[in-house]
C-alpha cells in the first residue's frame, strides 16, 4: 500500500519562506515522479504545483516558477517544496502525490496560509 505524509504547513506572513515535505512508504519509489498540487480556499480544483523525477527532471506551475524548488531526498524517501516570497495567493491545501505508471497516489494535505 501506497502511503504518503506530508508535513510543514503552517501560517506565514506575505514574503516569507516555507518548507513542505512529503514521506513516501517505501524506497522503492524513488524512480517515480513525485510532486505537488494545491487546492485554493473555495476551490473544487487542485492546480499542479511543481513536479520532480530526478534533480534534473522538474517542472513548475508558471505562478510558482523562480518562487519554489522541488527536492527529493532517496534516502528518506521524502520530496521536499522549498517556497519563498509567499503571496496571499499562495493560500491552500498543498497535496503531495507520487505517479505510479499513470496511478497517481496522494498524501492527506497540508495546510499553507499566508497572511499578515
Known amino acids: 500500500q501506497v502511503q504518503l505524509v506530508e508535513s510543514g504547513g503552517e501560517l506565514v506572513q506575505p514574503g516569507g519562506s516555507q518548507t513542505l515535505s512529503c514521506k513516501t512508504s517505501?524506497?522503492?519509489?524513488?524512480?517515480?515522479?513525485m510532486g505537488w498540487y494545491r487546492q485554493a480556499p473555495g476551490s473544487q480544483q487542485r492546480d499542479f504545483v511543481a513536479?520532480?523525477?530526478?534533480?534534473?527532471?522538474?517542472r513548475y506551475a508558471d505562478s510558482v516558477k523562480g518562487r519554489f524548488t522541488i527536492s527529493r531526498d532517496g534516502a528518506k524517501n521524502a520530496v521536499y517544496l522549498q517556497m519563498h516570497s509567499l503571496k496571499p495567493e499562495d493560500t491552500a491545501t498543498y497535496y503531495c502525490?507520487?505517479?505510479?505508471?499513470?496511478?497517481?497516489?496522494w498524501g492527506q494535505g497540508t495546510q499553507v496560509t499566508v497572511s499578515s
Open positions: 502525490y507520487i505517479n505510479l505508471v499513470g496511478q497517481l497516489y
Open positions: 513536479e520532480i523525477v530526478t534533480s534534473d527532471t522538474t
Open positions: 517505501g524506497s522503492m519509489f524513488t524512480i517515480y515522479p
